[in-house]
């Protein structure tokens, strides 16, 4: 069963930011809905708005892990960080279908062209990102710490 999200979760701030990394009918001409990385990430905060549940069954299986739209990188990476600011470093206790790391892994899709290995601390996270995607990594730790 499910369990209510620790501390919440900024439901608010998360939608704000998905509504900036989405490219709208203007550039994609018709919304894909859930087989869009951003349109799947919208549809789970949709459902924990309704429903607040930290984790999502089967939620990382049904990330539309091939859409290959270009997205804005710098809309990205600040939403990566807002996301990390989300998380409660949960370490070993951290699960793949929370719904921190489904919305994170929707995001890393868009800026990395795939999932990032993520073991529940923003900082383990963070260091990883800076041996394999460094000028980004700098970018999301900036705007994660501030």
Known sequence: MAEEHKKGLNAELIWE??????RNLSICGQCQETNCIIGYAKECIKDY??????????????????????FDEMELEIAIAHIL???KDCKEDHVE????????NCYEIGLFGDMQPYEGSA???????KSDFSEKS???ANAYMN
């Open 123 to 129: 900082l383990q996270y963070l260091m990883r990102l």
């Open 97 to 104: 279908d929370c719904i921190i790391n489904i919305i994170r």
């Open 17 to 22: 930011d998905l509504q900036h990394c989405c």
């Open 49 to 70: 708005k309704k429903e607040p549940k930290k984790e999502i069954p089967n939620g990382t299986e049904h990330i539309p892990a091939t859409d290959y739209k270009a």
């Open 138 to 140: 700098i970018q999301i």
């Open 85 to 87: 600011k989300e998380c």
